[in-house]
């Protein structure tokens, strides 16, 4: 039976991280396992940091955003001797399972750990962007969205008054989620996403029709991960000129800036950018998402006092369920075409 029960969080923080690290530690507390946090994500057990979560560290921290534990993007197969590092501090520590709170880089590690080593780790959800695969919704996107929502409609109101074309860029990386769910709670007038990519043409007739009709300010929603798709079939993805991280991601971020020149030069309407950025991650998890972290902490503790390792705590419908960690980093859960249908009913 489990007792030195380990958490960690890893890669982007999200809000909803804290309410997670609460639940799973107080009731892995009430069965009397001991609970500790791993500190920096994987870092942490590369290094072999931990602190110890005990009824005075887990008080008070629902509602607060990032997360106590620290988090870094450290891919631990890219780190010489990294795995080995992870394996042994994990036994020094005298420790018999794991939590990994994480998105499709953090868990895809906690996968290839249980199927190599049989590293017994249990798995939660996190991300705002919505893109991991076996659940319906993780935790922190929900947050994201109310963030994006309220800006755009704060930008309709300075949109309006002056006649502008406003450009809101937002986060997702390489699914729209953010942008459609958004988009249609704040009632953009076009949406540009990566799955489903409509060109920069499209978008201006959709302005261009809308101003005729006596409308003179449009709110184009654009997700980071759009690429400037023309007509002509050219595509270009723009992304920040900085190395790959360690899980080989490019930083994206630009898209929006790019996109406002382009409706700007065809539609000679005026052209403004906000660029959200972690501004979506940040602060206070709504209460849709510090009810889903903390049931999914629950099935986290229970995950592992039953010793059920290489799960993932999972919403399916309203309900909280199990799936194999590696269903959830198979592939990325993308926006299916009936979503951008409900957003596209709205266009122009
Ligand atoms: O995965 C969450 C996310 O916020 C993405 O939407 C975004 O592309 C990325 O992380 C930004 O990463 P960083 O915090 O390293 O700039």
């Given at each position: ?149 309220e800006a755009i409609d704060r930008l309709h109101t300075t949109a309006e008054s002056h006649n502008r074309v406003m450009v809101v860029e ?13 988009g249609?709670?704040g009632g953009a007038d076009v949406i540009m ?7 920069v043409e499209e978008a201006c007739k959709e302005i261009q029709a809308r101003h005729r009709r006596g409308k003179d300010f449009s709110i184009v929603v654009v ?33 929006g800036e790019a996109l406002a020149q382009e409706i700007e030069e065809r539609t000679g309407f005026e052209t403004r950018v906000t660029v959200l ?69 709205f266009f122009g």
């Amino acid at each position: 039976m489990a007792t030195r029960v380990g958490i960690l969080t890893g890669g982007g923080d999200c809000p909803g991280l804290n309410a997670v690290i609460r639940a799973a530690a107080r009731r892995s507390l009430v069965r009397g396992y001991e609970v500790v946090g791993v500190r920096e994500g994987w870092r942490g057990l590369v290094d072999g940091r931990v602190v110890p979560l005990g009824p005075r560290e887990i008080t008070g921290i629902l509602p607060r955003g990032g997360t106590i534990l620290g988090t870094t993007r450290t891919n631990p197969y890219k780190v010489d001797g990294g795995v080995d590092a992870v394996l042994r501090n994990f036994g020094e520590q005298g420790l018999d399972a794991l939590v990994a709170i994480g998105g499709e880089d953090t868990l895809g590690v906690a996968a290839r750990l249980h199927a190599e080593h049989d590293f017994p780790v249990v798995g939660v959800p996190k991300t705002i962007d919505n893109d991991l695969s076996a659940t319906d919704y993780t935790f922190g996107f929900d947050t994201a969205v109310s963030i994006c929502t309220e800006a755009i409609d704060r930008l309709h109101t300075t949109a309006e008054s002056h006649n502008r074309v406003m450009v809101v860029e937002v986060m997702g990386r390489h699914t729209g989620w953010i942008a459609v769910m958004s988009g249609i709670a704040g009632g953009a007038d076009v949406i540009m996403i990566p799955e489903h990519p409509i060109t920069v043409e499209e978008a201006c007739k959709e302005i261009q029709a809308r101003h005729r009709r006596g409308k003179d300010f449009s709110i184009v929603v654009v997700s980071e991960g759009y690429r400037l798709t023309f007509a002509s079939g050219e595509q270009r993805e723009v992304t920040q000129e900085v190395p790959l991280d360690q899980f080989g991601h490019v930083r994206l971020g630009g898209i929006g800036e790019a996109l406002a020149q382009e409706i700007e030069e065809r539609t000679g309407f005026e052209t403004r950018v906000t660029v959200l950025g972690h501004v979506q991650r940040g602060g206070s998890p709504t209460a849709r998402d510090r009810i889903l972290a903390t049931r999914f902490g629950l099935k986290a503790a229970d995950l592992v006092h039953e010793e059920r390792f290489g799960r993932m705590a999972s919403l399916q419908g309203n309900e909280i369920e199990d799936m194999p960690l590696a269903d959830a980093v198979a592939e990325l859960k993308t926006v299916p075409p009936h979503w951008y249908d409900v957003a596209r009913a709205f266009f122009g």
